[in-house]
């Protein structure tokens, strides 16, 4: 006789049917396997609440908590999204920046007097200056974006939990 196997075991089999018979071999002693784990299997038919009060308590905190895990999970997804987004960005900013700072560095060993240098010099912090400006504009706006994706779609998940409460 075989021993006797547990509870989850038995939810997995009566979800998913018995195992192949067929995969079976065919001696004597497994017919009787085969029988007493189909009786395990009515017997996992029935109420898994009453086989497990804690499983019980498990499904009835996912209940509740079902929305919020729709909500973080479709976060989740606007969150990589916007990463996906920011180094992009903060890629291509970098690259023109390198760019900027080498045909500076020729320019500054092109300068004859100190008045070239100290006008090379001025642009390129001016240039840079107006650069990072926009650029960490460009963040703020991203950001504040995702903030108002974040709230709206909590918003609406909630929206939904009072709705079903309800009802």
Request: aromatic share 8%.
């Amino acid at each position: 006789m075989q021993p006797t196997r547990s509870v989850g075991h038995c939810k997995h089999d009566a979800l998913f049917g018995l195992r192949s018979v067929a995969s079976r071999s065919n001696h004597a002693s497994e017919v009787g396997s085969l029988v007493e784990e189909r009786t395990m299997n009515a017997n996992a038919s029935r109420s898994l609440a009453d086989q497990n009060p804690g499983l019980a308590s498990f499904e009835a905190w996912m209940s509740i908590n079902r929305p919020m895990l729709a909500a973080m999970t479709e976060l989740n997804g606007r969150f990589l999204e916007q990463v996906s987004k920011a180094n992009n960005e903060w890629l291509g900013f970098v690259n023109r920046r390198l760019n900027e700072d080498m045909a500076a560095s020729q320019r500054f060993m092109e300068c004859k007097t100190v008045q070239d240098l100290f006008a090379a010099y001025s642009d390129f912090f001016q240039r840079a200056q107006q650069q990072y400006q926009a650029e960490f504009q460009y963040f703020a706006r991203l950001n504040q974006k995702l903030a108002d994706e974040t709230a709206s779609v909590i918003k609406t998940h909630m929206d939904d939990v009072e709705a079903d409460m309800r009802h």
